[in-house]
């Protein structure tokens, strides 16, 4: 299970679930709330590594905050591993 918070002011809209959730990597996804991601991610095996691109596009400038990640397994959401949100600068 992999949740992603989007940047401030990127909807999570059809387009950009379908473009997420045309990765071999993606199962299935779901805009959970304004801003929030949620993937089931297909089987890996152990130590295998997944892109998923998010195809953002900016159309203003200034400071914004996102793409924090959390991910889990299915059976054991205890095992969370947290990515904190960064800051970017658009100019």
Do not use: C, K, N
């Not at 679930?17 to 991601?37: D, F, N, T």
């Not at 195809?55 to 400071?63: C, I, K, L």
């Not at 793409?67 to 959401?77: E, F, Q």
Request: aromatic fraction near 4%.
């Amino acid at each position: 299970m992999l949740y992603v918070q989007l940047p401030g002011g990127v909807d999570a809209d059809p387009a950009l679930l379908a473009a997420v959730g045309s990765s071999p990597y993606v199962a299935s996804i779901e805009a959970r709330r304004p801003g929030l991601l949620r993937m089931v991610l297909a089987p890996l095996a152990s130590g295998t590594t997944a892109l998923v691109s998010l195809p953002v596009r900016w159309t203003a400038h200034g400071s914004v905050r996102g793409l924090g990640a959390i991910v889990h397994p299915a059976d054991d959401p205890e095992r969370m591993t947290v990515l904190a949100p960064r800051a970017f600068d658009i100019e």
